[in-house]
């Protein structure tokens, strides 16, 4: 190397260089490139870090559609919510490899994206010769339990006026609440928009109910409506087949994948009682301002937290835990088919009217199976309130990932005795909470409860 390095440099000297052009009769043939389509597959994308496999709600694009970078393709139900895929490439839908309805696992090819029209016939070839992964089921299949339904709707709406009238009423979504709420697709919604197409009182052939881009069309097209209304008719005949085996929808099996994980985390329970009759005069003072009780509790729960912290900590890999930097509530609800916690992020800063505004937007867009997924796979704390429903006490399962869950009851007025030896009456409300006893012990829950329950008592902080 050394000697290397004291090699004498030598001046560079520039020789005349001939190139192939530059010699006589030497010419150069153009290089001709050729420049070949491509044929690209869509995937099922992975909508959430727990998400499996995903469910065709709808196509927003046909066969044979132009499509643009960043247009929407489909519509995906993933474990928690409905989303919409985006292609990341220019070119044409070639060919739909899972249909609506049908199931695919993440990562497996649902349909094919040719760049240029001439493709799309070789890509129908590919795709008719290899298929998907998908779970669609069979275009036809022998009589079961299940196909004997239909059959029976088709009687009722053959019967008299009456009985149509009778079913008509019930037509409409339970996730509408009364027809406030539209379910529908984002692609739906937006079509309508731009058809003037009225969604209020129209149940679509989607999943549940769902509107989708089709039931929107055939409104539009001029004497669609009284096919929409058929369709409405045909989906909301409320009854279960008995008998029938029903398979698990994309919820259900992420919830019974999370259940059954939580049986691999040691848990204990404590429960406590909790005088409500300041909270509930609150309440009553400031429900008008659009104050929900959930709010109400929630902001309570983060305010005991932030006292707490290791009661809002986790333990994900059983070797380690985190002590939480943000206290976000999560709150469960129920929705059609499953179980979903939307989630009030940094509950213990925001404002209680705020927050409220907040778990109301909350709620719609969970029943709508409009959540992003940080909207609801964020929690650090858990709520489940069956209160409304009479419920007194119950324990809650600790969902994955979280440290504790707080099961509330429902506020009752009961019969005490006061620290003077009197009797008196009082509401009442139980809560149990169920904690990763491999980061959190009893000492540890016994004194958050203490807090919340002061807080509960004495809630004048719950309006700062």
Not at 102 to 124: C, M, N, Q, R, Y
């Given at each position: 190397?050394?000697?290397?390095?004291?090699?004498?440099?030598?001046?560079?000297?520039?020789?005349?260089?001939?190139?192939?052009?530059?010699?006589?009769?030497?010419?150069?043939?153009?290089?001709?490139?050729?420049?070949?389509?491509?044929?690209?597959?869509?995937?099922?994308?992975?909508?959430?870090?727990?998400?499996?496999?995903?469910?065709?709600?709808?196509?927003?694009?046909?066969?044979?559609?132009?499509?643009?970078?960043?247009?929407?393709?489909?519509?995906?139900?993933?474990?928690?919510?409905?989303?919409?895929?985006?292609?990341?490439?220019?070119?044409?839908?070639?060919?739909?490899?899972?249909?609506?309805?049908?199931?695919?696992?993440?990562?497996?090819?649902?349909?094919?994206?040719?760049?240029?029209?001439?493709?799309?016939?070789?890509?129908?070839?590919?795709?008719?010769?290899?298929?998907?992964?998908?779970?669609?089921?069979?275009?036809?299949?022998?009589?079961?339990?299940?196909?004997?339904?239909?059959?029976?709707?088709?009687?009722?709406?053959?019967?008299?006026?009456?009985?149509?009238?009778?079913?008509?009423?019930?037509?409409?979504?339970?996730?509408?609440?009364?027809?406030?709420?539209?379910?529908?697709?984002?692609?739906?919604?937006?079509?309508?928009?731009?058809?003037?197409?009225?969604?209020?009182?129209?149940?679509?052939?989607?999943?549940?109910?769902?509107?989708?881009?089709?039931?929107?069309?055939?409104?539009?097209?001029?004497?669609?409506?009284?096919?929409?209304?058929?369709?409405?008719?045909?989906?909301?005949?409320?009854?279960?087949?008995?008998?029938?085996?029903?398979?698990?929808?994309?919820?259900?099996?992420?919830?019974?994948?999370?259940?059954?994980?939580?049986?691999?985390?040691?848990?204990?329970?404590?429960?406590?009682?909790?005088?409500?009759?300041?909270?509930?005069?609150?309440?009553?003072?400031?429900?008008?301002?659009?104050?929900?009780?959930?709010?109400?509790?929630?902001?309570?729960?983060?305010?005991?937290?932030?006292?707490?912290?290791?009661?809002?900590?986790?333990?994900?890999?059983?070797?380690?835990?985190?002590?939480?930097?943000?206290?976000?509530?999560?709150?469960?609800?129920?929705?059609?088919?499953?179980?979903?916690?939307?989630?009030?992020?940094?509950?213990?800063?925001?404002?209680?009217?705020?927050?409220?505004?907040?778990?109301?937007?909350?709620?719609?867009?969970?029943?709508?199976?409009?959540?992003?997924?940080?909207?609801?796979?964020?929690?650090?704390?858990?709520?489940?309130?069956?209160g409304m429903f009479g419920v007194d006490r119950f324990d809650a399962i600790l969902p994955p990932g979280t440290g504790?869950?707080?099961?509330?009851?429902?506020?009752?007025?009961?019969?005490?005795?006061?620290?003077?030896?009197?009797?008196?009456?009082?509401?009442?409300?139980?809560?149990?909470?169920?904690?990763?006893?491999?980061?959190?012990?009893?000492?540890?829950?016994?004194?958050?409860?203490?807090?919340?329950?002061?807080?509960?008592?004495?809630?004048?902080?719950?309006?700062?």
């Amino acid at each position: 190397m050394s000697r290397l390095l004291q090699t004498p440099f030598l001046p560079s000297v520039s020789l005349p260089t001939k190139t192939r052009s530059s010699v006589t009769g030497f010419r150069v043939k153009p290089r001709i490139i050729p420049i070949q389509a491509k044929i690209r597959e869509i995937f099922m994308p992975a909508l959430s870090s727990t998400m499996t496999e995903g469910k065709i709600v709808s196509w927003v694009k046909s066969e044979g559609d132009k499509l643009n970078k960043g247009e929407s393709v489909v519509v995906v139900e993933s474990d928690k919510a409905d989303m919409d895929v985006e292609t990341f490439y220019d070119g044409y839908l070639a060919a739909i490899m899972v249909e609506e309805g049908g199931v695919a696992p993440v990562g497996s090819a649902i349909a094919l994206l040719a760049e240029t029209e001439d493709e799309i016939a070789d890509a129908k070839a590919k795709a008719s010769g290899g298929g998907g992964d998908s779970k669609a089921p069979p275009p036809a299949s022998p009589p079961t339990a299940t196909v004997v339904a239909p059959v029976a709707v088709e009687k009722k709406i053959a019967a008299p006026p009456v009985a149509i009238k009778a079913v008509a009423a019930s037509a409409v979504h339970p996730a509408s609440e009364g027809g406030k709420r539209i379910v529908a697709s984002p692609y739906a919604k937006k079509l309508a928009k731009e058809l003037n197409v009225e969604l209020a009182g129209l149940v679509g052939s989607g999943p549940m109910g769902r509107i989708v881009a089709k039931d929107v069309e055939a409104v539009a097209a001029g004497g669609g409506v009284q096919a929409a209304v058929a369709v409405k008719e045909v989906v909301a005949v409320p009854g279960v087949e008995l008998g029938s085996v029903v398979p698990f929808t994309t919820m259900q099996g992420a919830v019974s994948r999370n259940m059954v994980e939580s049986l691999a985390v040691p848990t204990f329970r404590v429960g406590y009682t909790i005088s409500t009759d300041a909270l509930d005069a609150l309440y009553k003072k400031i429900k008008s301002k659009g104050v929900t009780m959930t709010a109400l509790l929630a902001k309570a729960t983060a305010l005991a937290l932030a006292k707490h912290p290791v009661v809002n900590s986790s333990c994900r890999d059983g070797n380690s835990f985190v002590y939480n930097s943000s206290i976000n509530v999560a709150v469960a609800v129920a929705i059609d088919g499953g179980l979903i916690t939307p989630v009030l992020q940094n509950a213990d800063k925001v404002d209680i009217y705020s927050l409220s505004r907040k778990w109301k937007e909350l709620v719609d867009k969970a029943r709508a199976k409009q959540l992003q997924p940080q909207e609801y796979n964020t929690g650090t704390f858990t709520l489940s309130n069956l209160g409304m429903f009479g419920v007194d006490r119950f324990d809650a399962i600790l969902p994955p990932g979280t440290g504790a869950i707080m099961a509330v009851g429902a506020s009752q007025p009961s019969v005490v005795a006061t620290k003077d030896g009197r009797i008196g009456m009082k509401n009442q409300m139980q809560v149990n909470v169920t904690a990763d006893h491999r980061v959190i012990y009893g000492a540890d829950l016994a004194q958050f409860l203490q807090t919340l329950a002061s807080i509960i008592e004495d809630p004048k902080d719950l309006t700062f």
